[in-house]
């Protein structure tokens, strides 16, 4: 059984700093990669950011520079995603939900499979 939790949201003003955690623990092997993605009240989910266990991270455009990810890669134990968020502007508004892919083999070949968290409101207003 895989639980993911996630804690760290709130309400900041413009220019102010948060920062999300996030953790899957339980029986977990092959954890390829940890994102985070947000959704904004009537826009679709969205990559913020990714890494990779090798090592690759990736970032959309709009939080470069402003956010920062760090992941605890572990088999068998507690995975770990962080979300640095500073210069925080009212457009990063929105729920953010953690992600974990982990890799998967059948019959058909090489999948894989999401584990997403609950979520957890950023607001930024003044």
């Known amino acids: 059984q895989v639980q993911v939790v996630e804690s760290g949201g709130g309400l900041v003003q413009p220019g102010g700093s948060l920062r999300l955690s996030c953790a899957a623990s339980?029986?977990?092997?092959?954890?390829?990669?940890m994102g985070w993605y947000r959704q904004a009240p009537g826009k679709q989910r969205e990559l913020v950011a990714v890494?990779?266990?090798?090592?690759?991270?990736?970032?959309?455009d709009s939080v470069k520079g402003r956010f920062t990810l760090s992941a605890i890669f572990r088999d068998n134990a507690k995975n770990t995603v962080y979300l640095q968020m500073i210069r925080l502007k009212p457009e990063d508004t929105a729920i953010y939900y953690c992600?974990?892919?982990?890799?998967?083999?059948?019959?058909?070949?090489?999948?894989?499979?999401?584990?997403w968290g609950q979520g957890t409101q950023v607001t930024v207003s003044s």
């Open positions: 339980g029986t977990i092997f092959n954890i390829y990669a």
């Open positions: 890494r990779t266990s090798g090592g690759s991270a990736n970032y959309a």
């Open positions: 992600n974990f892919k982990k890799s998967r083999v059948n019959s058909s070949g090489s999948y894989s499979e999401d584990y």
